[in-house]
C-alpha cells in the first residue's frame, strides 16, 4: 500500500527541471574539465580518447535503467538524489584515483600491462557520467508525456554549463573548479528532493550540508599529476631546477622554470658554427608542452648576436630594416631576432594572454621591456589578425610554435591547424608588401613531412592566386633541427640566391630548394641518407605531383580550411612497415594520433553495441515471462534507428560547425563557448516548442517539417561562411559573437526538436524503451564524436554537415510508429 502511495505521489508530483538542468551543467562541466586536467597529466589527444569513451556512461545509464523501471518509478526521488550525490563523489573521486592507475599511452605497444591500465581508467571515469545520464534519464522515463519540457531544461543546462566552466578557469584553479563541480552535485540532490514535493524535508538539508564536504579538501590532493615524459616533467629533472610561478586558465597552465646550477639555452636549430652562446632564459611551458625561451636581456644589440646563427634568421639577409610581423610570438624570441637584425617596425601576435602579461609585466625588467617598448603586442588568433589586419609587412614570421618531442611523435595529429591552411598562406602573402617574403619554421622529420607538407600547401596557395611559376617564389633552408621556408611575394633574384648560398654555407645549414638548384648541392653539412627534401620539393613542382603524393609513406597533400588537420601524416599502408621497425626503434615514425581515433572508435562501437542490444534482450525476456506485451522487433528497428541517426547527426554538425567558427571568431576557446553554448541555448528553445507540436500533429510530417528546416539553415551558413570570412573579419569581437549566435540559432532551434519529439511517439509505443532510447542517443552522441573527427580528416567539415543532413532524413523517414 505504502509502494503504491509513492507511486501515485511521484505521478503527481512535479518534475524536477532545475535540478536536471543543475546536473546537466555540472556534467558538461565536468567533461570539459577532465579535457583541462588530461591535457596536464597527459597529451590533448589521449585525453580525448580517455574521455570520449568515458562518456559512453550516458548509455550505460540507459542500458542500466531499462532492467528495472518499475522501481525507478516507484523510489524517483530518492534515487535521483542518490545518483546526483554519487556524480559528486565520483567526480572527485575517480579523478584521484584514475591518476593512480599507471597508465603510460607511450608505453601501449611494449607493456602487456597498459591496455588493462587504460581500460581501469575508462571505468573509472564512465561512473561519473553514468550517475549524472541516470538522473536525466530517471526523469524523462518518469514524468509521462512532459520529456520535451525535461530535455529543454537538460540542453540549457549543459549549455549553461559549458559556459560557465570555460568563464571559472579564468579565476580558478582546475583542482578548485574540480571540488566546486563535486559540490554541485550534493546540490542537485537536494533540489530534487525539494522539487519532488516530499513531505520530509531534513534529508534535502542533510544534502545541502553534504555538498559543502568536497569544498574542504585541500587542493593538493586534487592537483594534477604531469606524466614523466613530458618536457616540463624532463626539465625539472636538471639539478636544481625549479618552477617559479605558475598561471592557469582555459588556455593552458603556464609553467615558469628556472635552472641557476645549469642554465637553461634553448635556442633551436643553433648552428653548430655558432661562437656566441645565448644569455640566460626561462623556461616557459604550455601543459608542460611548448617550451618558449624568455631570454634576460639587458637592451645591448650585441647579446643577441647568436639569433642570427639560426635557420630562421635567413630572411633578415634579404631584406634591410623590414616592418615584422611575428605570429605566435610566444616569450619574445623571434621578437628579439627582429630586434637584432634593426627591423624597423615590430608587430607581435600572441594567443595566449598569460605569456604577453608574464613577459609584459611580470618579468618586463629581465625581459628589457622586450612587450613594452620593443615590438607592438596583439593578443589574438595568429590567422584571424591577419585576416582582420589593413596593414601589409615586408615579412611575416611564422614562429616554430610546437614541442620537438609532441611534434614528432605524432601527438598533435587530430589538431586543427588553420595556420598552415592553404588559404592560410594566400592570407599571409596579400598582406605582403612587393617582395616582402613570408618565412615559416619548422622540426625536421625524417622522413621528411612538415616540410614537404607545408611546401606542397605554399605551392597551391601560389596557383591559386595565379602563379605560373610557384618555383621561382620558394625557397627552403635545412638545419640540423629545423626547417625554414620562405615563400616571396615576386620571384627570388640572382642576389637573393647568392645571399641564400652565403648564409647557409657560413652557418654549415643545407640548401633543401631555391629556383636553378641542382642536386649535388643538397645534403652537404648535416648529411642524412638521401637529400629527401630536395627531391620532394622537385617532384611537388613537377609534372608527377599527383602521383608522388599518392606513392609516399605519409600523407602530405596540402591541409585547407576544409581539412585543417595539417599534422595528419598517417597512411594505413606504411603502417605494417613502421611496426616491424618496432625492435629498431622505428616507432617514432608512426603517427600516435591518428591510430588512437581509430581504436577510440572501434572501442566506443563495441560499447556501444552491448549497450544497446543486452537492455533489448532483457525486455524482450521480461516481457515474454509475465506474458505481458512484447514490442514488435519492427518497432524496435525504428526506435533504434531514428535515435542513432539524430544522435550522429547532432554531433556531426555541433563538431563541424564550432571548427568553421574557429576561423571567423579568431579563437578556438570563443569558438566553443560561443557555438556550444549557442546550440545548446537554441536547441533547448527547440525543445520547448517541441512539447507544442507533440499534440498538435503526427510525428513524420512535424519530423519533416523540421528536417527541411535544418537543411536550409545549414546550406545557408555553409554559403555565408566564406562571406563572414572575407568581409566580417574586422568586426569588434562582440559583434562576430552576436552574428555567430544569430547564424547558429535557427539551425539549433530545429536540432533541439528531433529527440523529444520521438521520444514521445516512443512512450506511446512502449514506455519501457525510453530508458532504452536515450541509451542509444548517448551511445551515438559519443560514437558520432570520434567518427566526425575521422571523416574530417579525409573528406573535409563540409562533407561531415552533408551527412549529418542525410542523417536527418534517415531519421524522418525511420520515425517510431
Not at 777 to 789: F, K
Request: proline letters at 7%; a positive charge; hydrophobic letters at 55%.
Amino acid at each position: 500500500m505504502a509502494q503504491t502511495r509513492a507511486s501515485a505521489f511521484e505521478a503527481a508530483a512535479a518534475p524536477p527541471v532545475m535540478a536536471v538542468a543543475l546536473i546537466s551543467a555540472a556534467a558538461l562541466a565536468y567533461e570539459i574539465l577532465l579535457m583541462r586536467l588530461f591535457s596536464i597529466v597527459l597529451w590533448h589527444h589521449f585525453a580525448y580518447m580517455i574521455i570520449s569513451l568515458a562518456l559512453l556512461g550516458y548509455g550505460a545509464s540507459g542500458a542500466v535503467l531499462t532492467l528495472a523501471p518499475r522501481v525507478m518509478q516507484r523510489h524517483f526521488a530518492p534515487l535521483f538524489s542518490a545518483a546526483a550525490t554519487a556524480f559528486g563523489a565520483s567526480a572527485i573521486g575517480c579523478f584521484l584515483l584514475a591518476q593512480r592507475v599507471p597508465f603510460n599511452p607511450l608505453e601501449l605497444l611494449w607493456d602487456p600491462r597498459q591496455p588493462a591500465y587504460l581500460l581501469a581508467v575508462y571505468l573509472l571515469l564512465l561512473l561519473p557520467f553514468l550517475c549524472a545520464g541516470a538522473c536525466t534519464c530517471m526523469a524523462l522515463s518518469t514524468f509521462r508525456g512532459m520529456q520535451p519540457r525535461i530535455y529543454s531544461f537538460d540542453i540549457l543546462g549543459a549549455g549553461a554549463g559549458s559556459l560557465g566552466i570555460v568563464a571559472l578557469l579564468f579565476v580558478l584553479s582546475p583542482a578548485a573548479a574540480l571540488k566546486l563541480l563535486g559540490a554541485l552535485g550534493g546540490i542537485a540532490a537536494a533540489l530534487a528532493w525539494l522539487e519532488s514535493g516530499r513531505p520530509r524535508r531534513w534529508p534535502a538539508a542533510l544534502l545541502a550540508a553534504l555538498a559543502g564536504v568536497p569544498l574542504l579538501l585541500p587542493a593538493a590532493w586534487l592537483a594534477p599529476v604531469m606524466s614523466p615524459y613530458k618536457e616540463l616533467s624532463q626539465t625539472l629533472r636538471i639539478p636544481e631546477a625549479r618552477v617559479v610561478l605558475e598561471r592557469s586558465s582555459p588556455l593552458g597552465l603556464v609553467s615558469v622554470v628556472e635552472s641557476p646550477r645549469i642554465p637553461l639555452r634553448h635556442v633551436p636549430g643553433l648552428s653548430l658554427n655558432a661562437s656566441v652562446e645565448p644569455p640566460p632564459q626561462w623556461g616557459i611551458f604550455i601543459d608542460g608542452e611548448s617550451l618558449s625561451a624568455l631570454t634576460r636581456f639587458d637592451g645591448q644589440r650585441g647579446s643577441l648576436a647568436y639569433l642570427d646563427q639560426i635557420s630562421s634568421a635567413l630572411p633578415y639577409h634579404l631584406l634591410r630594416r623590414p616592418h615584422v610581423l611575428v605570429l605566435g610570438a610566444g616569450a619574445g624570441a623571434d621578437v628579439l631576432q627582429a630586434y637584432y637584425h634593426q627591423a624597423r617596425e615590430i608587430d607581435a601576435v600572441e594567443l595566449n594572454p598569460q605569456v604577453v602579461d608574464l613577459v609584459r609585466h611580470r618579468f618586463a625588467d629581465a625581459a628589457g621591456g622586450l612587450y613594452s617598448g620593443i615590438a607592438h603586442v596583439h593578443v589574438a588568433e595568429a590567422r584571424g589578425f591577419v585576416a582582420a589586419s589593413e596593414a601589409r609587412y615586408d615579412l611575416i614570421q611564422v614562429a616554430l610554435l610546437d614541442s620537438f618531442s609532441a611534434s614528432s611523435a605524432g601527438l598533435y595529429a587530430l589538431s586543427e591547424n588553420y595556420l598552415y591552411t592553404v588559404e592560410a598562406l594566400q592570407d599571409s602573402l596579400r598582406h605582403l608588401t612587393p617582395g616582402g617574403l613570408l618565412a615559416i619554421t619548422r622540426w625536421v622529420s625524417l622522413p621528411p613531412r612538415d616540410a614537404l607538407k607545408l611546401f606542397a600547401a605554399a605551392i597551391a596557395a601560389l596557383e591559386r592566386s595565379g602563379i605560373a611559376d610557384p618555383g621561382s617564389r620558394l625557397v627552403m633552408i635545412r638545419s640540423w633541427k629545423t626547417v625554414t621556408l620562405l615563400v616571396r611575394n615576386g620571384s627570388f633574384s640572382a642576389d637573393d640566391i647568392a645571399a641564400t648560398q652565403a648564409f647557409c654555407r657560413a652557418r654549415s645549414f643545407d640548401l633543401a630548394f631555391y629556383p636553378g638548384m641542382q642536386p649535388e648541392e643538397a645534403n652537404r653539412y648535416n648529411v642524412v641518407e638521401r637529400p629527401d627534401l630536395f627531391d620532394g620539393a622537385t617532384a611537388l613542382l613537377g609534372p608527377d605531383r599527383d602521383a608522388f603524393m599518392r606513392d609516399y609513406k605519409f600523407h602530405i597533400a596540402p591541409a585547407t580550411d576544409d581539412r585543417p588537420h595539417f599534422f595528419h601524416f598517417f597512411k594505413w599502408r606504411s603502417l605494417p612497415e613502421l611496426l616491424a621497425l618496432k625492435e629498431q626503434g622505428g616507432l617514432p615514425l608512426l603517427e600516435w594520433g591518428y591510430p588512437v581515433l581509430v581504436a577510440t572508435l572501434v572501442q566506443a562501437t563495441v560499447a556501444s553495441l552491448l549497450l544497446i542490444g543486452l537492455p533489448v534482450a532483457w525486455v524482450t525476456r521480461a516481457g515474454a515471462r509475465r506474458n505481458g506485451p512484447v514490442t514488435p522487433p519492427r518497432s524496435r528497428g525504428r526506435v533504434l534507428v531514428y535515435f542513432l541517426a539524430i544522435g550522429f547527426g547532432f554531433m556531426f554538425i555541433e563538431i563541424a560547425f564550432i571548427q568553421k567558427f574557429v576561423l571567423f571568431l579568431s579563437h578556438p576557446l570563443r569558438a566553443v563557448a560561443v557555438v556550444l553554448f549557442a546550440f545548446l541555448l537554441f536547441a533547448g528553445v527547440g525543445s520547448r516548442v517541441a512539447g507544442r507540436l507533440q499534440h498538435r500533429t503526427r510525428l513524420q510530417p512535424a519530423l519533416a517539417m523540421v528536417v527541411g528546416g535544418l537543411a536550409a539553415s545549414a546550406v545557408l551558413c555553409l554559403l555565408l561562411l566564406p562571406w563572414l570570412f572575407r568581409h566580417a573579419m574586422g568586426l569588434p569581437d562582440a559583434a562576430r559573437m552576436l552574428l555567430s549566435a544569430v547564424l547558429i540559432a535557427p539551425l539549433a532551434f530545429c536540432m533541439g526538436m528531433p529527440f523529444p519529439l520521438g521520444l514521445s511517439r516512443v512512450e506511446a509505443i512502449d514506455a519501457r524503451l525510453i530508458p532504452w532510447a536515450w541509451g542509444v542517443n548517448g551511445c551515438a552522441s559519443v560514437t558520432g564524436a570520434v567518427l566526425a573527427t575521422l571523416l574530417a580528416i579525409h573528406v573535409g567539415f563540409t562533407a561531415v554537415i552533408i551527412a549529418a543532413l542525410l542523417l536527418y532524413m534517415l531519421a524522418v523517414a525511420c520515425a517510431p510508429g
